[in-house]
């Protein structure tokens, strides 16, 4: 078994500032080293060429990519395009974030497609996919409790089973539970976070990857999606404090989400 690569810690961030130079810049200062380059910017499919721009864009930028771009779904309609693309003419482009909190029922599919596209291809680069948190229902999670397992502990090993251990190269695991609540004036922690992460970090050992932990940096989202207790926007020691416990178990890769701000 493979070794993780965590001599170095990543920042990546997903739904960045759009592509272009000054936003870049600024972006590379932040501390934010990886760009994921998302399909709500660039689809390949509606446009190649603008897709090609793109990257040449990001290969002078001097920000390591993640290219997501398969979206939510298994085998979007552009994916026979999207496998022919030749990823390696870009410098930049070191890893694929090839989809976002998939449920169980997926994860056959992923080996399938996904894993059979990487390792034919890119097993020289990072494989990155963020799975779901446990406050997640058993019908997102896609599976239930069970051989005395909770539902996100028999959704975490059935990714490692199905999906994780088929992967060649380097590979991360991560997850999202954002765990700062805000109610009636009133803040309080997720009981449920330091599980997750225990859970996550296990997997992480057994599987010979990185754990990869998303920080909380925003009060809700665009859609309006938000826990009972509502998320409430940390300050500066409450973003480190995340960094610092998830580095704790493990973590060397932090996912940061900022819906273009």
Known sequence: MQKPDTGKFIILADVPP??????????ARSGIGVYVLTEDYVNYEKD??????????LDESGLDVFVRGLGYDIFPRYFNKFKNFDFHAHPSV????LIDEPGAERFGGIAAEYVKFFNEKYSDMFWHINLLPSYATDEQLGIGAGNGRSAFENYVQEYAAQVLRKVNGKKDIGFDHY???VKSGKYSVSGTWLTDLAVMAEAAKANGARLSACIQAFTGRADGWSPPEGWRMPSRNGILWQFYV??????????IFLYRD
């Open 246 to 255: 998830s580095m704790a178990f493990g973590a060397s890769v932090f996912e």
């Open 179 to 181: 765990p700062l609540y």
């Open 18 to 27: 759009q592509i272009e130079k000054n936003a870049l810049a600024l972006y």
């Open 48 to 57: 190649s060429e603008e897709f090609e721009r793109a990257l040449c864009m």
């Open 94 to 97: 070191k890893g694929f974030y």
